[in-house]
């Protein structure tokens, strides 16, 4: 397939003008439009004004998507143990593929191509199985909870580290890689140390698996861990082995300068989720003092009860003007920067390897956006349109791995319409009141 | 005409399977649908699946809109300064006009329907007779600098405030009220105590035309004031005449207890503009103690240089965001808080009555949105979708005082496309570099 229009190579260059050739899974070729459709007479052809690597949703919650808006202007310990985890406590398999379809559908939609989802307890199977039909590339994980959870989610030990096991073994690596593994135990208060240190022995057991979890979002979880293990929040994950460059750690809100040098120092991967952040009265992540430190930043929506949506542009912008304000300091996080963030560092975070620049010999993970709007009217530089003003509506096409989604604005791997009627319907019966 | 949909009369009242019938430019019953079908059976039909007040965006600078993007991550003074004194400066009649249709018709597209803008020093008329042709309600008045403005844009005191009679006499109240005139002087930093204390005289002078200002935006800004004038700005504006019930502050993020009381006691209204204290890293305003103090609180996008967007749903967003974050609390500013401030309490500021609620006999400056997608998907709670999840894009029906400006997402009151073309023209010539 020969795609041409504006091509976002990275944060630094950008063609006008522009192609992208897709052969298989890969993009083959990048460059002026004229050379492009010589060298490549007879592919396929398709025209956006915008072409741009996909987005990487470093942390989310696909299967948390019946509970969009449920529990509004609450903070995390009641907003998790209150309606979201009686939430997920409460869903069957079918309503959980329909949350993750309903979450996967989303990400398509605008512009997210890879993601690294915090799964649930229970029915995992049925958001590995959603995200395999639907396309879109993972790094997936059933939640470990074997300490301070909710009826219906508490698991002893053994259980939750087989039931990882297990999932690893059937889907770890499926689809030619596009689907991985990641042990997600929830956070340090809801995990004892044996499901802690099982989790690290089990990454190490299995190449390429890697570790996913919440780390000091909120100030009252950070003191309940310190009460419970006599540690910071960090030391004690360094302790117990989960951190590492294999580590993706959400949040990272509330951290000290010994922690952020165990984070630097072991390489270990944050995510930056400021919408979330907010929404929840977090606070707001010392981004610059981790980029600062070389730690790879990478940038996630949270879920939808958070958020309250999964827009990877509305994120962008979010992480940008948080900083903005939170320093007093207007040159803080530029386009520049944040579109990595949400591009090649996500993807050096979930583990995936040639993925969020468009570059020859890279997996061609694209979208296209339309641009002819009054949004996007006039357009001096468009890194500064993709951060500050563009939004997911204007994406009209989405490719993982060479295989089409969605173009000219309609999903082609499912039926949106009925994805959305589905989960109307189980959302109607959820009991979300705490 | 009978609107049939989910209508959301105020904050507090929502019906379901709603109508709302208008007749001229009011609003002439709201109530079921069976009813409305039963009383109204001739009316002309149309179905939205939500409908709402359009909204109100308290501070905005419409003629700005060519230089969106122009000056990301800079500060206030060098943003102001070093790139958009000098494009307004640069500005002719004829793309001062293309400026100000791009930015309306932004607006009408994104879901406002009243506007308090604040122009430029020069041709002024031709916003005015853009907001004519184009249906949008709007308080607009001429920028006033005659201290401290970039060459051509500096004015003479008296041609400043005779240039302001001008309009207002040429103006003020036509097209059945739905025009309106706010003397404005750009910010104390701009103006001569001889120009503010003309500004309140000429305000006196004329039934019901406002002032519109900045203050206390930005610390180098209160600074510049206190030296100049050995005040804090808030003492100072009201010293010269600057506060009262037809006064409005845009932004207050600077402002200390004694200030805080002035604009309490005076009834000056204010506008919160998160999106460009943010993106300019001017602060958070103290929105939470005005509220306390009775003060009405609107909402603003400011201009597209500083935003970078005119929507007033991402506004409505990160206006509750912010505040959550910045105060730790969860609970700040709520969904129907929000939207008060983006429709009612922004009419009020406005001056203009019986505008922001959908209520009968009160003005038909409607809009209907479309939640049959997935970012809408479930909708537990219309307001809280409209505050934390909608967005410009899903607003399909634009009405004002009667008039359709919009209908299935499409303007037809303008030529889109022919708006945006011109835009496109004009901004490849502007010289924006400082």
């Known amino acids: 397939m020969l795609l041409s229009g504006t091509v976002i190579v990275d944060a630094e260059t950008v063609i006008h003008d522009g192609a992208v050739v897709v052969a298989d899974d890969r993009i083959v070729a990048v460059g002026d439009r004229s050379t492009c459709l010589e060298r490549y007479p007879d592919h396929e052809r398709d025209e956006y004004d915008l072409l741009a690597p996909g987005t990487v949703g470093a942390h989310v919650h696909s299967v948390q998507s019946l509970g969009r808006g449920i529990a509004d202007d609450t903070a995390l310990l009641e907003w998790l143990f209150d309606y979201v985890l009686p939430m997920e406590a409460s869903l069957s398999a079918e309503e959980m593929r329909a949350a993750a379809e309903l979450g996967y559908l989303e990400m398509i939609e605008s512009g997210t191509t890879t993601c690294i989802d915090h799964l649930s307890v229970h029915h995992a199977d049925e958001a590995f199985e959603a995200a395999r039909d639907l396309g879109i590339r993972g790094r997936l994980g059933k939640v470990m909870m074997d300490k301070e959870a909710p009826p219906g989610l508490l698991e002893d030990t053994d259980d939750a580290l087989s039931?990882?096991?297990?999932?690893?073994?059937?889907?770890?690596?499926?689809?030619?890689?596009?689907?991985?593994?990641?042990?997600?135990?929830?956070?340090?208060?809801?995990?004892?140390?044996?499901?802690?240190?099982?989790?690290?022995?089990?990454?190490d057991a299995y190449e390429s698996v890697m570790i996913h979890t919440h780390a000091s979002e909120n100030r009252d979880e950070i003191e309940t861990v310190e009460e419970e293990t006599g540690r910071r929040n960090v030391h004690w994950l360094n302790e117990v082995g989960l951190t590492g460059e294999d580590v993706v750690l959400a949040h990272c809100v509330w951290t000290d300068e010994t922690e952020r040098e165990i984070l630097a120092e072991t390489g270990t991967n944050v995510t930056y989720c400021p919408s979330s952040n907010m929404k929840l009265a977090s606070g707001v992540a010392p981004v610059h003092d981790y980029l600062d430190r070389g730690i790879t930043v990478a940038l996630g929506n949270d879920g939808p009860p958070c958020n309250n949506t999964l827009d990877p542009f509305?994120?962008?912008?979010?992480?940008?003007?948080?900083?903005?304000?939170?320093?007093?300091?207007?040159?803080?996080?530029?386009?520049?920067?944040?579109?990595?963030?949400?591009?090649?560092?996500?993807?050096?975070?979930?583990?995936?390897?040639?993925?969020?620049?468009?570059?020859?010999?890279?997996?061609?993970?694209?979208?296209?956006?339309?641009?002819?709007?009054?949004?996007?009217?006039?357009?001096?530089?468009?890194?500064?349109?993709?951060?500050?003003?563009?939004?997911?509506?204007?994406?009209?096409?989405?490719?993982?791995?060479?295989?089409?989604?969605?173009?000219?604005?309609?999903?082609?791997?499912?039926?949106?319409?009925?994805?959305?009627?589905?989960?109307?319907?189980?959302?109607?019966?959820?009991?979300?009141?705490?």
Chains 1, 2 share one sequence.
């Open 163 to 203: 039931e990882s096991e297990r999932l690893i073994r059937r889907y770890h690596g499926v689809e030619g890689g596009r689907i991985r593994y990641a042990l997600t135990p929830r956070f340090a208060v809801s995990c004892t140390e044996a499901c802690l240190r099982g989790t690290r022995e089990l990454a």
């Open 314 to 434: 509305t994120e962008m912008r979010q992480a940008s003007l948080l900083q903005k304000v939170d320093r007093l300091e207007p040159q803080a996080l530029p386009a520049p920067t944040v579109f990595e963030m949400a591009t090649v560092n996500g993807a050096r975070a979930a583990g995936f390897d040639r993925v969020g620049n468009v570059r020859e010999g890279w997996k061609a993970d694209l979208i296209g956006l339309e641009t002819d709007i009054t949004r996007a009217t006039p357009l001096h530089d468009v890194l500064s349109h993709l951060v500050f003003a563009a939004h997911g509506d204007d994406v009209r096409f989405t490719m993982v791995d060479g295989e089409v989604l969605q173009r000219d604005g309609e999903v082609v791997v499912a039926d949106a319409e009925e994805i959305r009627a589905r989960a109307r319907e189980f959302a109607a019966d959820l009991d979300v009141a705490p």
